[in-house]
């Protein structure tokens, strides 16, 4: 059973000058805040605070004895304001990017006297929030860790969130046809035939894909609210640390060690992509490091191969242990 906690942002200004008053809904597991370094677990598109338990999303990497080990760490994991878990949207959602969410995130860190981060993590948009946040407040977090994600919305990612747009506005099961897009980006065409391998749902006479697409559509149409997705998918077009400045001496002034996790067949933020930020970042930049996650499985890798996330992030977690 979720437990939400709430910080309270009496008045905040977007970068665009908006200013309203923010709730910001979380959740904490392991050690009481104060009591050990702190972890920040950021959420994906459709996720949620809830990383833990029944229906926790990260059961194989956060908890006692696991890669964030719950006996050794405080975690913390914020909703994105206007994700819809905790029943509040936002309706004047393009006034905000995600380096607003990175601000606010912060903001609300600070009310909870974490003063800094032994790691920020996270998963595609949650990895690029990470990004952000490690952009705007540079001496922070110690370990920068985003995972399946980027520092900037490549324009196939803008091209993929505009077409996601176009189903949310247009469809009259905006959800529901948007989720069966966003599953093709999020898998590849050899996990696909790895699974199915063409075959048939006799019962509904339909290709075995074809119902198992069906099935994640009517999943999230149940739990996702319509300006809930309009919002994440708006957020996820935004990433850019650069600001359409110099990228590298953005980077330049973020202390933190740097772990790029790739995933080697993703179709949505590429690993071409993420190899090319590595390669630009090291040539001034010591205390960066790329991993690859090596999957048939794609984007949603990182919410698959556990085992080998545990391998490539084992050195970050050991620090504090006896």
Same mark, same amino acid.
């Given at each position: 059973m979720m437990t939400l906690k709430y910080v309270e942002l009496a008045s905040f200004k977007t970068l665009k000058g908006t200013d309203f008053p923010v709730r910001i809904s979380y959740e904490t597991f392991g050690?009481? @805040?104060?009591?050990a370094p702190v972890v920040l677990v950021n959420h994906a598109l459709t996720g949620n605070s809830t990383l833990l338990g029944e229906h926790g999303w990260w059961n194989e990497i956060v908890g006692d004895n696991k890669l964030i080990d719950t006996q050794h760490y405080t975690v913390i994991s914020f909703n994105i304001p206007g994700n819809g878990y905790d029943g509040l949207l936002i309706e004047n959602y393009q006034d905000l990017i995600l380096a607003d969410v990175a601000h606010m995130v912060f903001q609300g860190l600070k009310e909870l006297n974490i003063n800094s981060l032994h790691a920020a993590i996270g998963g595609s948009i949650g990895g690029g929030l990470a990004w952000e946040l490690a952009a705007a407040y540079p001496s922070f977090i110690k370990n920068l860790i985003p995972i399946a994600t980027d520092w900037k919305s490549s324009d196939w990612? +803008?091209?993929n969130a505009f077409l996601q747009d176009q189903i949310l506005d247009n469809?009259?099961?905006p959800i529901h046809d948007a989720r069966l897009h966003a599953m093709l980006c999020y898998r590849t065409p050899g996990s696909f035939k790895s699974r199915f391998a063409r075959s048939t749902n006799e019962e509904l006479q339909i290709y075995n894909v074809e119902s198992w697409l069906l099935h994640h559509g009517k999943k999230l149409q149940q739990r996702f609210q319509v300006g809930a997705y309009k919002l994440m998918n708006h957020l996820l077009r935004t990433i850019d640390i650069s600001k359409k400045g110099d990228f590298e001496s953005v980077v330049a002034k973020i202390e933190s060690n740097i772990y +790029?996790?790739? +995933?080697d067949t993703d179709l949505f933020f590429t690993d071409e992509e993420n190899r090319e930020t590595y390669l630009r970042l090291s040539k001034f930049k010591k205390n960066i490091f790329y991993k690859c996650i090596?999957? @048939?499985?794609g984007h949603d890798a990182f919410?698959?191969?556990?085992e080998q996330l545990n391998q490539l992030l084992k050195e970050v977690?050991?620090?504090n242990k006896s």
């Open positions: 050690l009481p @805040i104060g009591d990612v +803008i091209a469809s009259s099961s +790029i996790v790739s +995933i090596r999957s @048939i499985h919410l698959i191969e556990f977690f050991t620090i």
